[in-house]
DNA sequence: AGCACGCCGACT
DNA sequence: GTCGGCGTGCTC
């Protein structure tokens, strides 16, 4: 045991890519542990921090400040997170504390905040603005200076505190609770004295008050039922009584209250489902018998679970889930939505039952907080959950399961740490000796490279499951509706082959879904005759095209050409913005189908709690005959019924400004007609294209993923992108076009300069730097710096060069940032 | 990310 | 002379 520390190092939920020394007072000394939260002095604030486990720095800065208080008797991370964490913040160039922030339930920070109040009436008339300030502070007395200067941008810190100065404001600096709290109920009970029937019988003679008495007897009654602490509210309703009498009673020292935990979990309410039996086919028995091998041996190793659509993956994560709770370690499975997959939520609690918990992405904080706590304490050995769940707190991992792998929601955006779910997934796997399944039907490149060239273990399971239960056994076929020489009359988006195989579902009583592929926000071009789209000559992604300068450019290398004007393929000047003409769907079914039941499934009719499930239960019950929406139709159930699998624009993915558009347009097609047919009837699908030559269909059409893979890989290698090169962007944005294009400009100048100094210059490319994609957003113009590195050995690595440029970057001007995105999963 | 300071031109 | 706008720098 070594001595408690008198100086620790704290991690603090900031965009700075260092931690701060703290003083740590003597009766702190005992309590202060690596992975505890901190409150401690920063600047003029106070801020939640948690100590990680650094030595101080060699010249200590001085003075250190102290803490002020810690937070938590058990550190709220464990040693292993902790590890996680630091990794996390080296890998994607941020602060420890921001990636500590996305491991903690949110709502716990305990932050000062300066507050503003009216003070004295002021005796002089004071000036326009200052009135202004004035009458707002009265309208929201406690306001914060933030939201005071949002809302009055011309309030300056000068003008504020000249008016504290008159004693006109009250500046006020107060800390703020946690908006997360335990959540606590009062029970009742018995005193001690009173805790047996003689003694009850005696009180009941002697109490006055009819009301007194029923309050006794009504916790007698509970009592009998096994409920010998009742809620107050409970007791009140039972008896009839009033808080009053309940009050008195507590004085006269009959009955006492008792404060218990309440746990907020969604989940509790729910019956455990049963268990279906599960029998495998040999390649889900080989699959599992690999996977088992590694978890028997307690070894590292990380697995491609490459397996078509109803395959049984999830029958071989449950298999191997088994084996690691026989073992008593523990397991965490990601799905990439859990909102879309209750089936998969289902099945493993029919397994599992309450060592199961879920994690949702629309919890409220307090349930996440009670989740999150409960499984800190070792309450759950498993959780279900999305990217976030990546970092749940639980101890002794044996297994983490990433389902769906390819899915691009394991990649964080928006608030840093920009994490990718699937491979932090890997390392934490590493980090406890656990296996790593990753499943999916249509593997990203990566984890496809990486299973080829030996560092995962590639799993196939080509055939489908034997039909049990509502599996299909058999894949759909895939068909083409050419639009070229098809007139849609009238923007009606539907064609005669897909409105005649819709007419015949619905005569036969089957269901359709319809997928209508709305993410083509990006303003790219395509031929109105013919569907060709105007290409990069030197990226393969597609050329957007910008009004203002008439240009098509390449947001990849910032290729610029002219509009072309005509279409180089057939010559017509039928060039438009892609997407035109295909918003009507539903109107267009109505008209053609008014008899048709028709569910529309997007952004806008799923925005409730449970609107998915609902959405999805009336589907499965029959209550409508088409589901019509974006990719969300794509996930999910099963739905036996439904014969016809329909995709209105089969090229919009396609067209996207991503090098990853053809793989992603594969899986969320794959996807899709994953949803068609079963074993009595087999399902068709029917995509709607101008392109009916595109490789992707090719390949589509006779369901070869590894055909793809292989010409995908190929070009990817030749062009340098990923998986053989690394890729991260640098983004720049402000609000002045100019000045942010010359500080991508002078960044990117910074970079090279320390690329030259440190790996020798060669073999780290940059491109750019280009506008973005959304130029401007929210007012603030974005230009992006793209850097590329080969990945291959011997090839410097990137994160260090990243984080010395950021470093010895001069100080940006006021609301001029940049932000690192590592491994991007798409320009945006 | 906050928060404060200090410099400058434009008003009373 | 102050006021108000804005760029600069620091936080253990």
Redesign the pocket.
């Known amino acids: 045991m070594t001595a408690p520390p008198d100086i620790v ?2 991690a603090l939920p ?3 890519l ?6 740590v007072p003597p009766e702190w000394r005992e309590a202060v542990r690596p992975g505890c939260r901190v409150l ?6 106070h801020l939640t921090g948690v100590v990680v486990p650094e030595l ?2 060699d010249p ?7 803490i002020l208080d810690v937070l938590d008797d058990t550190p709220a991370l464990t040693d292993e997170l902790l590890r996680l964490t630091r990794w996390m913040a080296d890998y994607y160039v941020c602060g420890w504390g921001e990636v500590i922030r996305a491991a903690l339930p949110p709502g716990l920070e305990i ?4 507050r503003l109040y009216p003070g004295h009436p002021p005796a002089e008339p004071p ?4 009135a202004a300030v004035l009458r707002f502070v009265a309208e929201h007395p406690g306001t ?3 939201r005071l200067r949002q809302e009055l ?10 008016l504290v100065a008159r004693g006109w404001l009250q ?1 006020e600096e107060s800390l703020e609770a946690p908006r997360v709290q335990i959540k606590k109920e009062q029970h009742v009970r018995f005193a001690p004295a009173y805790r047996t029937p003689a003694a009850q019988e005696a009180v009941l003679e002697k109490l006055r008050g009819a009301r007194q008495r029923a309050l006794v007897t009504a916790l007698q009654a509970l009592r009998l039922e096994g409920v010998a602490e009742p809620t107050r509210a409970e007791l009140l309703a039972r008896a009839d009584a009033s808080p009053a009498t309940l009050r008195r009673l507590v004085e006269l020292g009959v009955l006492e209250l008792v404060e218990k935990e309440v746990i907020r979990s969604p989940l509790e309410a729910e019956p455990v489902p049963k268990a279906a039996p599960v029998t495998f086919h040999p390649e889900q028995q080989a699959a599992l018998d690999r996977i088992t091998e590694a978890i028997e041996a307690r070894r590292f190793e990380t697995f491609l679970l490459h397996g078509v659509t109803g395959s049984g993956k999830t029958e071989v994560y449950i298999a191997a889930l088994k084996r690691v709770r026989a073992q008593g370690r523990t397991g965490i499975i990601l799905v990439p939505e859990i909102a879309l997959t209750p089936q998969t939520v289902r099945r493993f609690r029919a397994h599992f039952g309450d060592e199961v918990a879920v994690l949702h992405s629309r919890m409220s904080d307090g349930e996440r907080y009670d989740t999150w706590r409960q499984l800190r304490a070792g309450r759950y050995p498993i959780v279900i959950g999305p990217r976030s769940a990546v970092l749940a707190p639980l101890e002794n991992l044996g297994l983490i399961v990433v389902d769906e792998e390819h899915e691009r929601s394991y990649k964080q955006f928006d608030p ?1 740490p920009r994490y990718h779910a699937r491979d932090v997934a890997v390392y934490r796997a590493y980090l406890n000796g656990a296996v790593c399944v990753l499943g999916s039907a249509t593997p990203s490149l990566e984890s496809y490279l990486n299973a080829r060239s030996g560092k995962y273990t590639l799993l196939e399971m080509r055939r489908r499951a034997p039909a049990v239960g509502h599996t299909p056994a058999r894949l759909p076929s895939v068909r083409l509706v050419d639009l070229r020489h098809t007139r849609l009359v009238n923007g009606n988006p539907l064609a005669p082959p897909l409105a005649r195989a819709i007419a015949q579902r619905l005569e036969r009583g089957e269901q359709v879904i319809l997928l209508q592929n709305r993410r083509g926000f990006a303003p790219v071009l395509e031929c109105a005759e013919c569907g060709w789209s105007p290409h990069c000559p030197h990226c393969s992604v597609t050329l957007t095209y910008h009004k203002v300068q008439h240009q098509l450019r390449c947001h990849y290398c910032g290729y610029a050409t002219r509009h072309p004007g005509t279409c180089r393929q057939c010559g017509a000047a039928a060039l438009e913005p892609l997407g035109i003409g295909t918003q009507r769907v539903e109107e267009a079914l109505r008209a053609l189908f008014p008899e048709a039941r028709v569910l529309r499934m997007d952004l806008d009719t799923t925005r409730g709690r449970r609107a998915h499930h609902r959405l999805l239960d009336r589907f499965a019950r029959g209550e409508a005959d088409i589901l019509l929406g974006t990719q969300m139709v794509a996930k999910g159930l099963d739905f036996p019924r439904v014969t016809l699998v329909g995709v209105v624009n089969a090229d919009t993915g396609l067209l996207l400004p991503d090098f990853r558009a053809d793989e992603h347009t594969f899986q969320l097609l794959m996807q899709v007609a994953g949803r068609a047919g079963r074993a009595d009837r087999p399902g068709e699908v029917l995509l709607q294209t101008r392109n009916p030559d595109h490789r992707v269909f090719r390949y589509l059409l006779r369901h070869d993923y590894a055909g793809l893979a292989r010409e995908l890989l190929a070009e990817r290698h030749q062009l340098g992108y990923p998986p053989y090169a690394r890729l991260a962007v640098l983004e720049c944005s402000g609000p002045d076009e100019a000045r942010v294009a010359e500080l991508a400009r002078s960044w990117t100048e910074h970079f090279q300069q320390v690329c030259h100094q440190h790996a020798g210059g060669h073999l780290i490319d940059t491109l750019g730097p280009t506008p973005a994609l959304h130029e401007r957003l929210k007012g603030r113009y974005r230009y992006h710096v793209l850097v590329k590195v080969p990945r291959r050995t011997g090839a410097p690595p990137l994160q260090p060069l990243l984080r010395q440029a950021l470093e010895t970057f ?6 001029y ?1 940049l ?1 690192l995105d590592i491994d991007p999963a798409g320009l945006s």
């Open positions: 190092q704290v900031l965009p700075l260092q931690v701060f020394s703290y003083r401690v002095p920063f600047g003029r604030r101080p720095p200590l800065p001085s003075p250190l400040k102290p932050e000062s905040r300066r000036g326009e603005r200052a914060t200076i933030r941008r011309f309030a300056s810190y000068a003008l504020l505190h000249r500046l840093a001069p100080p940006l001007p006021r609301a940032r932000t």
